[in-house]
């Protein structure tokens, strides 16, 4: 995509997240109608509400791009443009009034067969914080370049752990949580995946383990990740379109994984 084309899109993106996160912002203090609700997750009607707001402003300007949001697919399907749209990231947070949820929107470019993401904003309408890439330039907070924390050692980092909303999540994670805690200064679980990425992106943690995680969940923060010198280490799970994530400064992801290996090898063990 051609720098023009990609500032062209990152302003697109920006509004649109500013309409949704403005419309998150009046309704934190209503009473939110559930749309449907499981053991470990909540769908809102105003899910549905700030996707069809976010879906008006992007194909509004991009009218033969694709659409790919948490609550459903617009666009046309077959274009080499690819919108992917988490419309309220930390919906549980957001349904109990916890201020710590987002908005997440990437642009994704088909090249030879595989999308890969060139445009990436996360906004927090509750800290009025927004983080934004364009591959191949700095990632930016309020308009301010970012970089990851220098943090080598476990012992100093702050990490957060994301549980997802299935068993293998527990499973596979619940080991590592249980390794990891006595050995780094702190874990954290703050429920909105967008922005434990855009954290680590800015050097507020050092890490970020999830599995189980969607694409629209991870698209846009991951971006901004790597735009901010970071490592975005994913790769799909076995059983389906979910992802596997170990995202990182760049420093402490070979310590984590070795830890988590043994980690979940015992728990097999102890089975
Ligand atoms: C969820 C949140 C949560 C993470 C889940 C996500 P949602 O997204 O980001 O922190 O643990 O994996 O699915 O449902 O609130 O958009």
């Not at 009218?63 to 948490?70: D, H, I, Q, R, S």
């Not at 987002?102 to 904003?121: D, K, M, N, P």
């Not at 995946?193 to 954290?199: E, P």
């Not at 599995?211 to 790769?235: K, N, T």
Request: charged residues 25%; positive net charge.
């Amino acid at each position: 995509m051609k720098p023009a084309d990609s500032k062209k899109a990152l302003a697109c993106a920006v509004l649109a997240a500013r309409r949704a996160g403005q419309l998150m912002r009046e309704n934190q203090g209503a009473v939110k109608t559930v749309n449907s609700q499981s053991a470990h997750d909540i769908k809102l009607e105003l899910d549905v509400q700030c996707q069809k707001l976010i879906e008006k402003t992007l194909l509004t300007d991009y009218p033969t791009a694709a659409l790919m949001g948490e609550e459903g697919l617009a666009g046309d399907a077959n274009s080499d443009l690819r919108w992917v749209v988490d419309p309220i990231d930390g919906t549980v947070n957001f349904t109990y009034g916890i201020p710590h949820a987002c908005v997440s929107i990437a642009l994704q470019e088909r090249v030879a067969g595989s999308f890969s993401t060139v445009v990436g904003v996360v906004y927090d309408p509750f800290c009025d914080e927004i983080w934004t890439a364009i591959r191949g330039q700095p990632a930016r907070l309020n308009d301010r370049p970012i970089h990851v924390s220098q943090r080598r050692e476990l012992r100093e980092c702050v990490v957060s752990i994301g549980f997802a909303k299935d068993a293998e999540s527990l499973r596979l994670n619940l080991p590592v949580f249980n390794d990891l805690v006595g050995r780094v200064l702190k874990i954290r679980m703050m429920g909105a995946a967008a922005l434990a990425l855009v954290y680590v992106a800015s050097g507020r943690f050092d890490a970020y383990i999830e599995s189980g995680i969607y694409l629209w969940d991870i698209a846009a923060g991951g971006l901004i990740l790597q735009c901010a010198g970071g490592e975005f280490w994913h790769r799909p799970r076995a059983s389906g379109p979910k992802f596997e994530m170990l995202a990182n400064n760049g420093l402490v992801r070979r310590k984590i994984q070795a830890r988590a290996k043994l980690a979940r090898a015992a728990a097999l063990c102890n089975q």
